[in-house]
Antibody, heavy 116, light 113 residues
Framework: EVQLVESGGGLVQPGGSLRLSCAVS????????MSWVRQAPGKGLEWVAS????????YYVDSVKGRFTISRDNAKNSLYLQMNSLRDEDTAVFYC?????????WGQGTLVTVSS | DIVMTQSPDSLAVSLGERATINCKSS????????????LAWYQQKPGQPPKLLIY???TRESGVPDRFSGSGSGTDFTLTISSLQPEDVAVYYC?????????FGHGTKVEIK
């Protein structure tokens, strides 16, 4: 059974940092691109970042470039999102998703709240 | 960036009736490698993550009831629920995966009339 479990969310002040993790099981992690997708409270879905199977390529939405870093550890079956210089508008549920062209499996999400 | 525009924003349909959601992309989402459209549909119920329903515009994901169908090509796509059931109340999103950034429509809320 495919499982994606996010962790690391919480309350952080504007300008602060947070590192999200996604633990994966049930498939060969190193075979797939992986992504982060976020959803602000009461809003729609927004793709944040993707990473290739071996980490050789990373891609970001413009609004997080230079602030967020996606990474992975294939030996640990884990995906990460390092978020720096957080802003109020980054408040959202962050989902980890397997990218098999489309996003075919999603985690339950972890809430990040940026507020003073 | 490819902009995805969904319509309507919301719709209310009687149980057993047809629900139709439209999605228009600002440019073609035809994937040249396989001549298919890189368009997916997701269903999201309150408090849950999105669930993949349809990919390559018309291929139903395993386990998805056959009352859900996708159609369209190029820039215009449709998700149809042929006979609305109570469990279909949700927000539905289209998404293109041809290009980066990956982009979603803003969502269509489906309710029971």
């Amino acid at each position: 059974e495919v499982q994606l479990v996010e962790s690391g969310g919480g309350l952080v002040q504007p300008g602060g940092s947070l590192r999200l993790s996604c633990a994966v099981s049930g498939f060969t992690f190193s075979d797939y691109w992986m992504s982060w997708v976020r959803q602000a409270p009461g809003k729609g879905l927004e793709w944040v970042a993707s990473i290739k199977q071996d980490g050789s390529g990373t891609y970001y939405v413009d609004s997080v470039k230079g602030r967020f870093t996606i990474s992975r550890d294939n030996a640990k079956n884990s995906l990460y999102l390092q978020m720096n210089s957080l802003r109020d508008e980054d408040t959202a549920v962050f989902y980890c998703a397997r990218e098999n062209y489309c996003f075919d499996f999603w985690g339950q999400g972890t809430l990040v709240t940026v507020s003073s | 960036d490819i902009v995805m525009t969904q319509s309507p924003d919301s719709l209310a349909v009687s149980l057993g009736e047809r629900a139709t959601i439209n999605c228009k992309s600002s440019q073609s989402v035809l994937y040249s490698s396989n001549n298919k459209n890189c368009l997916a549909w997701y269903q999201q119920k309150p408090g849950q993550p999105p669930k993949l329903l349809i990919y390559w515009a018309s291929t139903r994901e395993s386990g998805v009831p056959d009352r859900f169908s996708g159609s369209g090509s190029g820039t215009d796509f449709t998700l149809t629920i042929s006979s609305l059931q109570p469990e279909d109340v949700a927000v539905y999103y289209c998404q293109q995966y041809c290009d980066i950034p990956r982009t979603f429509g803003h969502g269509t809320k489906v309710e029971i009339k």
